[in-house]
């Protein structure tokens, strides 16, 4: 039997501190995983469930974006892909009567982990202006609703349209065709808070803005430098690729301010050794660095291996740069090399707090290894200066060859699991035109070409009174978002929000005038349509593409799919009475498209490069690989043709006296803002979240007691106070001056106007705070 959801708030009084753990994964990870499976879906499903995730013929992890290997355990076991997994199979239900009994007033007051443990929705719901019960409505009142309030918007950019990272392509790829064809570009999604700063940096330099790497390439790589990333907590299948590198010999770098337990010692479910424990340490170094610090770092190693290159006697002198490499396929080398001449080592020791001996011990390293592969995920995209940051990483690994290159290159991991196949889809505020005129010229229209809103502009529209009607596809915007506070009124200025979603969460209570909750079905289910039983495809973080096919019985008989709910919705706004298409609007067939996913997929191989004969690749067993320039050949999609170096002025964050920078970061019993239990196993932390991580010598400064109650104060520049009450201090192994403390709970914190210069990401990792001790 599967257990029942609980009925209480987190009880923050019960939270307990314990060890910290060394290593990752072994025999807690999977008993607590089949805990977790076991209350969730009861022992059949479990089963069933488990057994399908990532096997050819099975649906895709809804986990994370790591690639799949090709060669598949019988169960690849992971223990956060297990949890995603049991959240999203479960058997328990919010169905109308839910809502008959409780009051979005009331539900406004459960938290987050008591909300989304409440399991799935099963019915479309309506709020109606100034009603606080949620009523059942049918389908066709639903989405006619939202056509017809569409259509009154006196200028389709009052319309937002988000998207969360687990749509599959098919439907992201429709969803933007309508969004497209109601006139707007406002396509915010998830990875504006996520990896869009690895997209813009990667973009300009090499001309695409996605991973250079295979599974492969981690296989053969000799150096691995992992920035700002928790991959056993975030990406666990990734410690098994990483155990595999080490094993051929990889030395891998860990760069982070804490020293999480992944990435120090990992002991695989899959193996023996792993199960009977002792496990493998992964990382050879550890680089704890202050927060912000990594583009200091990263000129730092530039600046060794300069050195390096010109110091008379030295057995490298003249062989560090692939002279051949640069020479022939880069450019803007002397400006890149004359920042490094300016920037000290005092001011990089002063930005990273390394000392300059680890980081020319770092150097020694890359100038050993042949092949280079550099990983990052949210530690490095969510600083103001994010952009520059990465672009120095870029710029260290194209001066030794190491991008386009077996074993070497840059790995940007993902977050969502097609969060990245969804902007390969045309889910972004800036499409670039060449996609759009294959749009236009497919579906017998003209899209609009003014940007749209991303996510931070979405809220200042909405807050400014200039919108007028949010669509989530999937996600929990109002908490994923910085601000809370500003975010959550913004949305209350909208005539009506809606989101189309499988599990309940604040974004169902936090509303405009009027709300409808969409149902959907996920990942795991049969996807039964007039065609016959339907799969969808979705592309890792590798940028390999395969199919997805669901088997459980969907959660409730009146579910839609997700690609059925845009069909519907773009019937009632661009078809007329007699099924003609109104003019101006795209020319689709969007009830044969809903009725079989294979004819979408035939308008994505029209549009998309890399997706010709789409249906037939698909068959492949794991799919394909999309076309990637500078992997496969070397060739950069720039202006100039040429990978670009570029100068970067250092940047740092600058934490006045008596403050703290804090970083909001993932708990290991969390998927974003779906929390699945009140543990952090690997921090030691118990039974509670609303922990913040400080140094002992900053408490003993700040004449704080290790366990004492604060309240976390956040300063800005505009004055506002903005604060996250009733936090437990940890004394905690992270340089001096950087906190830590979990997201959601810490958005509030986070200012709306703080982002990252180009990308316009929130800056989660870089909040400037102050503790007030609670008496
Ligand atoms: N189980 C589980 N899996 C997930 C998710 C989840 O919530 N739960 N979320 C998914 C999503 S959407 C994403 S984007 C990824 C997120 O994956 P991660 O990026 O691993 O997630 P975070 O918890 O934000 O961890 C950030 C890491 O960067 C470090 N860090 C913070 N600031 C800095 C810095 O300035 N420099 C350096 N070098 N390090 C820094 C932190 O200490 C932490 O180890 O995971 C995906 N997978
Ligand atoms: N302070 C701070 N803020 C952050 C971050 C941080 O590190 N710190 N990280 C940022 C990052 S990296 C990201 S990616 C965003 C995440 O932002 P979002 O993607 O908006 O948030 P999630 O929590 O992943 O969304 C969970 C909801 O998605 C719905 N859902 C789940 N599966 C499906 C599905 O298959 N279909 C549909 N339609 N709905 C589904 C469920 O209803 C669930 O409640 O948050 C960002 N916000
Ligand atoms: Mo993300």
């Known amino acids: 039997m599967a257990g029942k959801a609980p009925q209480e708030n987190i009880d923050e009084a019960q939270l307990r501190v314990t060890d910290v753990q060394k290593k990752a994964v072994g025999i807690p990870g999977v008993v607590h995983a089949l805990e977790v499976s076991l209350k969730q879906m ?103 609703l939202l056509a017809d309030e569409l ?34 570009n406002n396509l915010p999604d998830c990875s504006n808070m996520c990896h869009e700063s690895s997209g813009s940096a990667l973009t300009e330099t090499i001309g695409i803005g996605k991973g250079s790497v295979s599974l492969e390439d981690i296989y053969q790589a000799e150096l691995i430098l992992i920035a700002g990333q928790n991959p056993g907590t975030n990406h666990p299948r990734m ?31 899959q193996t023996v050794r792993g199960l009977v424990g002792g496990g493998i340490a992964l990382a050879d170094d550890f680089l ?150 294959a749009l236009d010229a497919e579906f017998s229209f003209a899209s609009p070409r003014a940007h749209g809103f991303d996510t931070v502009a979405a809220i200042e529209a909405m807050r400014d009174g200039n919108a007028g009607v949010f669509l989530g596809m999937g996600g929990n915007f109002v908490r994923a978002t910085p601000d809370s506070d500003v975010t959550e009124k913004a949305l209350g200025n909208l005539s009506l929000t809606v989101q189309i979603s499988t599990k309940l969460n604040k974004s169902h209570l936090v509303t405009g005038k009027q709300a409808l909750i969409l149902p959907t079905l996920g990942r795991t289910e049969r996807d039964a349509q007039a065609g016959g039983d339907q799969r969808v495809t979705v592309e890792d973080s590798m940028s390999a593409v395969h199919a997805s096919r669901g088997r459980l019985a969907p959660a409730s008989k009146n579910l839609l799919s997700e690609v059925a709910i845009v069909c519907r919705l773009a ?21 044969a498209l809903a009725g079989d996913y294979s004819l979408i997929r035939k308008h994505i191989a029209a549009v998309v490069p ?72 690997y921090r030691g932390i118990k039974n509670g979240r609303r922990v913040v991580f400080v140094n002992k010598n900053d408490l003993d400064a700040l004449g704080i007691a290790d366990g004492a109650m604060v309240d976390l104060v956040s300063e800005w520049k505009d004055g506002v106070d903005r604060r996250a009450p009733d936090f437990r201090v940890v004394a905690y192994s992270t340089p001096v001056g950087c906190a830590a403390a979990y997201y959601p709970e810490t958005n509030v914190l986070v200012p709306l106007d703080s982002k990252a210069d180009i990308s316009g990401t929130p800056t989660s990792k870089s909040v400037v705070i102050r503790l007030e001790p609670v008496s």
Not at 156 to 174: H, M, V
Not at 261 to 266: D, K, Q, T
């Open 42 to 144: 009861g022992p059949i499903r479990s089963a069933q469930a488990l057994l399908k995730i990532n096997q050819k013929n099975g649906f895709d992890c809804p986990g994370c974006a790591w690639p799949e290997e090709d060669k598949r355990h019988k169960a690849e076991f992971c223990e956060n892909g297990a949890k995603a997994v049991a959240e999203e199979a479960t058997k328990r239900r919010v169905p109308p009567q839910f809502f008959a009994e409780h009051s979005v007033s009331e539900l406004r007051g459960w938290d987050d982990f008591r909300l989304g443990q409440q399991g799935r929705l099963t019915d479309p719901m309506f709020l109606a202006e100034g009603s606080e019960n949620y009523v059942p409505v049918s389908w066709d009142f639903a989405l006619g």
């Open 151 to 184: 259509k009154a918007l006196k200028d389709p950019n009052e319309a937002i349209f988000y998207t969360s990272g687990r749509t599959s392509n098919e439907a992201a790829f429709l969803y933007q065709l309508m969004v497209r064809g109601l006139g707007t």
């Open 239 to 269: 410690l098994t690729a990483l155990e595999k590198a080490k094993k051929n010999g990889a030395v891998i770098v860990a760069v982070n301010p804490l020293p999480e337990a992944g990435l120090m010692r990992f002991e695989n479910p």
């Open 288 to 437: 704890q660095i202050k927060l912000g610090g990594d583009q200091a770092l990263f000129q730092g190693l530039g600046k060794f291996l300069l050195e390096e290159q010109r110091r008379p006697g030295s057995e490298h002198a003249g062989r560090v740069f692939d002279t051949a490499f640069i020479d022939s396929h880069t450019t803007g080398l002397g400006e890149y090399l004359e920042q490094l001449e300016t920037v000290t080592w005092a001011e990089i020791v002063t930005a990273s707090g390394l000392s300059e001996d680890q980081i020319r011990a770092t150097g020694q390293r890359l100038l050993a290894s042949k092949a280079t592969v550099v990983c990052w995920a949210m530690g490095l995209t969510q600083h103001k200066h994010s952009v520059a940051m990465l672009r120095d990483v870029v710029n260290l690994l194209l001066l030794q060859g190491n991008i386009g290159k077996p074993g070497a290159g840059v790995c940007p991991v993902r977050g969502h699991s097609n969060v990245q196949g969804d902007r390969t889809m045309g889910i972004f505020e800036r499409m670039p035109a060449k996609f759009l005129d």
């Open 571 to 591: 019937a009632l706004l661009f078809e007329t009475d007699d099924g003609g298409t109104r003019p101006g609007a795209p020319l689709a067939d969007w009830s």
């Open 610 to 681: 890399g997706f010709e004969d789409f249906e037939a690749k698909i068959e492949q067993p794991g799919g394909f690989v999309l076309p990637h320039g500078p992997r496969d050949s070397r060739s950069f999609a720039t202006a100039s043709g040429l990978a670009h170096f570029t100068a970067n002025t250092l940047e740092y964050p600058k934490v006045p006296a008596g403050r703290l920078l804090l970083q909001t970061l993932r708990s290991h019993d969390q998927y974003n803002t779906t929390i699945y239990g009140k543990d952090d196993r």
